[in-house]
């Protein structure tokens, strides 16, 4: 759930570097997301929850060299919601910390800003109409699993392609190991083409004298093509027998 969410969030602001994110409460899910979220660039910690002791020792937890980590008392909260790129709620409220209209409050201090909300509270912290707003992103639990589950999906889906893909290669290098018996044979037919060319050529020399270089270069390349025309029928009959061979 938490790598679902962060992927989200990225998909909406394209990079995390340097990104805002307040912890409305202090479940482990939370936690677990907003690691996540540091590790792909967020910059900035913000944790608010009713009891304060609470919310001070999760932003000294995340407290580093790289991210500033503040905790913020909970009756500031819609004062202080806005400077959050992502918000991340779980708490225990009986109601919806979250409506559509603080939505529009806070995009307006943000001059249009988008905040995304990843609401793993039950009940909700975040009211569904939030999402009619211009600018804010709600995700809730049943969205998240959504998501996951087509991710699911689509990864099984490249799991297969790359199974075919394993399949094939697999199938070239047996083959390549089942052609390796018949290498020697197969080097030794064309050496010795290659001398009947070679000696073909020197005993025609006399009469190839009077030939101009690029004529010789002719003669030589049309003799390396015949040889290896004539030979290419043996060569993969040689092939070939290897192969029933091993198969057998």
């Known amino acids: 759930m938490a790598s679902v969410a962060v992927d989200l969030a990225r998909k909406i602001f394209g990079s995390l570097y340097g990104k805002t994110v307040l912890?409305?409460?202090?479940?482990?899910m939370s936690e677990l997301a907003a690691r996540h979220l540091i590790q792909q660039?967020?910059?900035?910690?913000?944790?608010?929850?009713?009891?304060?002791?609470?919310?001070e020792k999760i932003a000294s937890d995340f407290n580093s060299l790289t991210v500033h980590t503040e905790a913020i008392p909970f009756e500031a909260l819609y004062e202080q919601a806005d400077r959050a790129d992502i918000v991340i709620t779980s708490t225990?409220?009986?109601?919806m910390i979250f409506g559509r209209s603080h939505g529009q409050h806070f995009l307006h201090r943000?001059?249009?800003?988008?905040?995304?909300?990843?609401?793993?509270?039950?009940p909700r912290d975040v009211d569904p109409r939030m999402n009619e707003v211009?600018?804010?992103?709600?995700?809730?639990?049943d969205d998240l699993q959504q998501v996951a589950t087509a991710n699911l999906a689509d990864r099984s889906r490249e799991a297969a392609a790359a199974e075919n893909i394993v399949s094939r290669e697999v199938d070239k290098y047996q083959e390549r190991l089942q052609s390796r018996d018949a290498v020697p044979a197969i080097k030794a037919l064309q050496q010795q083409a290659e001398q009947l060319r070679q000696a073909e050529l020197v005993r025609s020399q006399s009469k190839l004298a009077d030939l101009t270089a690029q004529q010789r270069d002719a003669v030589e390349a049309l003799t390396r093509s015949l040889t290896a025309?004539?030979?290419?029928p043996q060569l993969t009959a040689l092939r070939?027998?290897?192969?029933?061979?091993?198969?057998e």
Not at 92 to 95: D, H, K, L, S, V
Not at 229 to 232: A, C, Q, R, T, V
């Open 23 to 28: 912890l409305v409460g202090a479940g482990k």
């Open 41 to 55: 660039g967020a910059s900035s910690i913000l944790v608010t929850n009713r009891t304060q002791s609470r919310a």
């Open 92 to 95: 225990g409220a009986p109601q």
């Open 110 to 122: 943000r001059r249009n800003r988008p905040m995304f909300f990843i609401d793993i509270a039950v």
């Open 134 to 141: 211009e600018g804010c992103f709600v995700y809730d639990i």
């Open 229 to 232: 025309k004539l030979l290419h």
């Open 240 to 247: 070939e027998s290897t192969r029933k061979k091993d198969s």
